[in-house]
T-cell receptor
Framework: DSGVTQTPKHLITATGQRVTLRCSPR?????VYWYQQSLDQGLQFLIQ???????AKGNILERFSAQQFPDLHSELNLSSLELGDSALYFC????????????????FGQGTRLTVV | AQSVTQLDSQVPVFEEAPVELRCNYS??????LFWYVQYPNQGLQLLLK??????LVESINGFEAEFNKSQTSFHLRKPSVHISDTAEYFC???????????FGTGTKLQVIP
């Protein structure tokens, strides 16, 4: 158990709909990352938050957005869903993200499997 | 910019045989390097990491990886694989500071009885 909790574990929804994926990081971790894993694209970095602020952005579509709340949990919002958005969405957290670069490995949740039908 | 290349998408190997999973990276600054493992229907777990110091790093389950700066490689090796090593392995790189972690496309290790 990595200590990172993602809910729900599975989600089935129709095209055009909107869903929210939730992530609770490990206790004490300030950084949260979101990744998308699909068969054709592999593991793609979406976005990173550190202590409530957006820190880095990857291949995140405009239809997707995320935020990190004061209690450090994070939500990934996916809207106007398309069939191609079906994937495994991972959240990861890490201890720190300081200027000394001492932020090292990330701890991954079990993922949310999103199926768009 | 940083990137990671895992040349082999699948590696079949017989049980108790040695294996090497290749990883090459590119980065303009000093890096941290990681290997993660993903067992079926599970999230990624850190296997081992290179931050600084000795270029040879080991995991608790017999894997090792060597950081080779001149060849920009961080290959993962195990002298004798077990059925339970069947999984997908991801190499990842992170440059110092606020840079995100970049993952390779993964290598599926299939251990054959």
């Amino acid at each position: 158990d990595s200590g990172v909790t993602q809910t729900p574990k599975h989600l089935i929804t129709a095209t055009g709909q909107r869903v929210t994926l939730r992530c609770s990081p490990r206790s004490g971790d300030l950084s949260v990352y979101w990744y998308q894993q699909s068969l054709d694209q592999g593991l793609q970095f979406l976005i990173q938050y550190y202590n409530g602020e957006e820190r880095a952005k990857g291949n995140i579509l405009e239809r997707f957005s995320a935020q990190q709340f004061p209690d450090l949990h994070s939500e990934l919002n996916l809207s106007s869903l398309e069939l191609g958005d079906s994937a495994l969405y991972f959240c990861a957290s890490s201890v720190a993200n300081d200027p000394g670069g001492r932020d090292t490995e990330a701890f991954f949740g079990q993922g949310t499997r999103l199926t768009v039908v | 910019a940083q990137s990671v290349t895992q040349l082999d998408s699948q590696v079949p190997v017989f049980e108790e045989a040695p294996v090497e999973l290749r990883c090459n990276y590119s980065s303009s600054v000093s890096v941290y390097l990681f290997w993660y493992v993903q067992y079926p229907n599970q999230g990624l777990q850190l296997l081992l990491k290179y931050l600084s110091g000795s270029t040879l790093v080991e995991s608790i389950n017999g894997f090792e990886a060597e950081f080779n700066k001149s060849q920009t490689s961080f290959h993962l090796r195990k002298p004798s694989v077990h059925i339970s090593d069947t999984a997908e392995y991801f190499c990842a790189v992170r440059s110092g500071g606020y840079q995100k972690v970049t993952f390779g496309t993964g290598t599926k290790l299939q251990v054959i009885p």
